[in-house]
């Protein structure tokens, strides 16, 4: 076993191998970039080394300081996570070159792997089905979209360079093909600097199946079971599980069988996974399901699979690039119970998910496991950490394992009630409607499943008139600490302007509302909110759903549920810091990729109007309301998070 490794990632998968290095009694070495000085990871590692400013392509991309960092502290090898430089082949021969191991695949394997045209054309060779479509080399526009009328519509045109969903377009009609071509390349090119493409027959109500695989260096490969991620949004995993919904023996079987297939042909080494598409439109038969392609790396989702089959795979990967064999044959794997794992996004799942930013103010997970249930908070921040807009949007996630699968579920949503984030948007209500929704309950899932029923998932119900009051009521502090003992002594301060009353202003999205918080005699408190609500409660403090007080606002949580209020501070002039209706602002920072109207246009409500490429995503920005455009931001502009992306003329709104 190795005495100290470095390991070349961040955030909780930094976090979570460094917890199977300290079990094994291997030192570890984290690194770390300007925006990450005080992250959990940095703290955890026995030691750590600075790498470069925040962006990525300056420090966690950044392969030859991170070998530097690597020979500087004596470390003998570099576990590189997920994402980053996990796939790149140029990186392990760096990392060998230099005489340290890299703990995953050999250069060689994913290479094999790296590009889906590649990958797809090598395991037809291995007998391994592949999805039926062109994945050739060239690309022309014009031979491609007869390839696709060949294929048969629907189809999907992906990024030979593809990953995390991104630069894959689906397309239904060969009108939209040109188009779909064009906006697949250039997220394609943005992300992965390679806009080719292969194009794919879309599988009728797919299903997303993977199979862990792991290898070692002495020719041996063995399976540890499937996963299910048919639940996605954007081509992007949202809750994953395992084992699969309704799988058969001979369907498991004949998965298991062509994944080490896969890894066996190209000598795979360490831990990988098999993505296969199974079309589900006849239930699951042992001749529907097709190679996708090969993540030659931990995958997000390995807690699942760890959860169901006790095997820590971190300790896999560190046994086996250290020289041992596979610390298990084949017939001593089994799968025990169902596992699911729910991943916490900063993003704003009302606004088609969008990526967003803040401080986590407030972070609360549950203490123990729902009963009967065993839980796993997997995560890299800490209440009071940002998240910045240099890194993946995640939170955490959160994993339960029990014996059956409704027995997991249930476990799932009560861990997601009992999450309390504040300080930025966060996706814990969708993720909690998803885990209620009857056809996911049902284990009748497929990849079109959340959008079909997006609007129901991202529904949040507007606050109720306890909501506002419980907000109301933390905004004067009253329970705060120390301060609940005594609600006159909080209110107190107030007495000048109405006897043992405060009048508080809330914002909750455009709603101004105004509220009244006095003290009773008995210690309960009294809040009046005035129209529209005309409402009066009564609260005891012990009774309050919780709350949580941060800058300027207040979050009330209702089970998943969270509201956010803004609290106007009585003493800023007038609505500065107001939602200025007569101009777009950048939600988030980002590039100006496409400008599509100019000064003097006049525009209708929904019409977009630029894109914004931020987080490696295309985001529209469309006209909220009938106007005309008085100023519009430039193509190719950088923008930070605020800035005047559109302004309205004066006269084209009310
Ligand atoms: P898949 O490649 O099948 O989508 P995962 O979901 O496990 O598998 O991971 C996707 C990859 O993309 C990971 O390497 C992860 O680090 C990266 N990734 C996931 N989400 C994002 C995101 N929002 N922005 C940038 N990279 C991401
Ligand atoms: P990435 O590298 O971005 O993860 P994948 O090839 O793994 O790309 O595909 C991502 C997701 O897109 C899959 O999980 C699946 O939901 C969907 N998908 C991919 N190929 C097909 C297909 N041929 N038919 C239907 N859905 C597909
Ligand atoms: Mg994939």
Redesign the pocket.
């Known amino acids: 076993m190795f005495g100290k490794i470095l390991i070349a990632n961040r955030g909780e998968i930094a976090c979570r191998v460094i917890r199977t290095a300290r079990k094994l009694g291997v030192r570890t070495v984290a690194v770390y970039s300007d925006a990450d000085a005080r992250a959990l990871h940095v703290e955890m590692a026995d030691e750590a080394v600075h790498i470069g400013a925040s962006p990525v392509g300056e420090s966690y991309l950044r392969g030859e300081r991170i070998v530097a960092a690597a020979l500087a502290t004596g470390a003998e090898a570099i576990h590189p996570g997920y994402g980053f430089l996990s796939e790149n082949p140029d990186f392990v021969d760096q990392v060998t070159a230099a005489g340290l191991v890299f703990i995953g695949p050999s250069a060689g394997s994913i290479r094999a792997m790296g590009l889906?045209d590649a990958a797809k054309r090598l395991m037809e060779t291995a007998g391994v089905p592949v999805?039926p479509?062109y994945h050739g080399e060239a690309q022309e526009i014009v031979l491609l979209a007869s390839k696709a009328r060949e294929i048969g519509y629907?189809?999907?045109i992906?990024?030979r360079a593809?990953?995390?969903?991104?630069?894959?377009r689906?397309v239904d009609h060969p009108d939209d093909f040109s188009e779909a071509l064009s906006g697949a390349r250039r997220e394609a090119k943005a992300a992965f600097g390679d806009d080719r493409v292969l194009v794919?027959?879309?599988?009728?109500k797919?299903?997303?199946i993977?199979v862990q695989v792991f290898g070692d260096n002495f020719g041996d490969a063995v399976h540890l079971f499937e996963r299910d991620?048919?639940a996605?949004r954007r081509?992007?995993?949202v809750i994953e599980e395992a084992p699969a919904p309704g799988m058969t023996p001979a369907l498991r079987k004949a998965m298991a069988e062509a994944a080490v297939k896969a890894a066996k042909a190209i000598n795979y080494s360490g831990a990988g996974t098999i993505?296969f598409?199974v079309d589900a439109s006849q239930g699951l038969k042992a001749d529907r399901f097709?190679f996708?392609?090969m993540?030659t790396r931990l995958q997000v989702e390995h807690p699942v699979t760890e959860m169901v089959t006790g095997v820590d795979l971190v300790e896999w990967q560190l046994r086996v690039a250290s020289g041992e064999k596979l610390p298990k044959p084949q017939a001593e794997i089994a799968l025990s119970g169902h596992a699911f794992e729910a991943r916490l996004y900063a993003e704003d799942a009302a606004k088609g998910f969008l990526p967003a930013t803040g401080t986590l103010h407030h972070l609360k997970f549950p203490d123990a496991a729902p009963q009967s249930a065993a839980m796993r908070i997997e995560t890299g921040v800490r209440a009071g950490d940002a998240i910045s807009p240099f890194y993946d949007p995640m939170i955490a996630k959160l994993v339960v394992h029990a014996k059956d699968r409704a027995t997991a579920l249930g476990a799932l949503r009560e861990t997601l009630a009992l999450t309390e984030v504040a300080g930025s948007t966060v996706n814990t209500a969708f993720l909690a409607a998803l885990a209620a929704d009857a056809d996911f309950a049902a284990g009748d899932v497929d990849?079109g499943l959340i959008g079909r029923h997006q609007g129901a998932l991202t529904a949040i119900p507007a606050p109720s008139d306890e909501t506002i009051a419980a907000a109301a009521l933390a905004a004067t502090d009253a329970g705060a600490p120390g301060a609940a003992a005594d609600p006159w002594s909080t209110l107190s301060g107030y007495a000048h302007f109405h006897p043992l009353a405060r009048r508080i202003r809330l914002r909750h999205g455009e709603e101004n509302i105004l509220a009244r918080v006095s003290a009773r005699p008995d210690g309960r408190f009294q809040v009046v909110l005035e129209a529209p609500h005309d409402a009066v409660n009564t609260h005891d403090l012990r009774t309050m759903p919780h709350t949580a007080r941060w800058p300027g606002h207040v979050t009330v949580f209702e089970g998943a549920v969270s509201y956010t209020f803004t609290v106007p501070d009585p003493l800023a002039k007038a609505d500065e810091a107001g939602p200025a209706s007569g101009s777009l602002r950048a939600p988030m920072p980002g590039l100006v990729k496409l400008v599509r109207a100019a000064a003097g246009d006049a525009v209708i409500k929904g019409q977009p109007l630029l894109i914004l490429e931020a987080m490696k995503m295309e985001h529209v920005i469309a006209a909220p309301h009938d106007s005309v455009i008085a100023e519009i931001a430039a193509e190719g502009a950088q923008v930070s998070d605020g800035t005047v992306l559109v302004r309205f003329a004066e006269d084209g709104q009310g």
Do not use: F
């Not at 593809?162 to 894959?168: A, I, L, R, T």
């Not at 794919?200 to 009728?204: A, R, S």
């Open positions: 889906k999805v479509g629907p189809v999907l992906k990024a593809g990953g995390g969903g991104k630069g894959m689906r794919e027959k879309y599988v009728d797919p299903r997303h993977e991620c048919s996605q081509h992007q995993k993505e598409i097709w996708m392609e993540n990849t």
